[in-house]
T-cell receptor
Framework: GAVVSQHPSWVICKSGTSVKIECRSL??????MFWYRQFPKQSLMLMAT?????????EQGVEKDKFLINHASLTLSTLTVTSAHPEDSSFYIC???????????FGPGTRLTVL | AQTVTQSQPEMSVQEAETVTLSCTYD???????LFWYKQPPSRQMILVIR??????QNATENRFSVNFQKAAKSFSLKISDSQLGDAAMYFC??????????FGTGTLLAVQP
């Protein structure tokens, strides 16, 4: 089946620094990738939709200047949390849609802790 | 706006028994997809079952089946012959025509040996 990887799986950073999270589709091309945030014991909340070669579309309430998304190729999307603060600590999950578009394949997630 | 509601924060089932998880949704679209995802402690999202709204037949995947009531906007998941490995958080999800997914709040399923 289709595999999506994320790197790193866990990152700790100091407040004020930036962190980049990678999402890769390993065995298929993904024209669209999605980024979600999941706080403890809560559901997944869509942050943005990332389309290869174009600007990301952000959900209402998500700061596009804080959460920079780049989808430079059909197999890679990156999420950069800029000037991270403790309230940005969360579990970030990406998913990728295959060209048939029938389902999304999820990455294993990245746990971000901001001290 | 589309919404997904899971009214059971927690459920418990005895091993080998059957359990049903509830999900209701609201939409004005006529064609859409509904999903059940499983999230075990590893937090990897695993697709359990998918239902296409234009199909009247309820989807089935081995021990997992759904009861899709389009008019009532209800989409429940039935797990038969529950196994210890079924213990996880289960999310109901609705997919927009744009392929965006919105998730319910989840149901934490415990399986008692």
């Amino acid at each position: 089946g289709a595999v999506v990887s994320q790197h790193p799986s866990w990152v700790i950073c100091k407040s004020g620094t930036s962190v980049k999270i990678e999402c890769r589709s390993l065995d298929f091309q993904a024209t669209t990738m999605f980024w979600y945030r999941q706080f403890p014991k809560q559901s997944l909340m869509l942050m943005a939709t990332s389309n290869e070669g174009s600007k990301a579309t952000y959900e209402q309430g998500v700061e596009k200047d804080k959460f920079l998304i780049n989808h430079a190729s059909l197999t890679l999307s990156t999420l950069t949390v800029t000037s991270a603060h403790p309230e940005d600590s969360s579990f970030y999950i990406c998913s990728a849609r295959d060209v048939n578009g029938k389902e999304q394949f999820f990455g294993p997630g990245t746990r971000l802790t901001v001290l | 706006a589309q919404t997904v509601t899971q009214s059971q924060p927690e459920m418990s089932v005895q091993e080998a028994e059957t359990v049903t998880l509830s999900c209701t949704y609201d939409t004005s679209e006529s064609d859409y997809y509904l999903f059940w995802y499983k999230q075990p402690p590893s937090r990897q999202m695993i697709l359990v079952i998918r239902q296409e709204a234009y199909k009247q037949q309820n989807a089935t995947e081995n021990r997992f089946s759904v009861n899709f009531q389009k008019a009532a906007k209800s989409f429940s998941l039935k797990i038969s012959d529950s196994q210890l490995g079924d213990a996880a958080m289960y999310f109901c999800a609705y997919r927009f025509a744009t392929n965006k997914l919105i998730f319910g709040t989840g149901t934490l399923l415990a399986v008692q040996p």
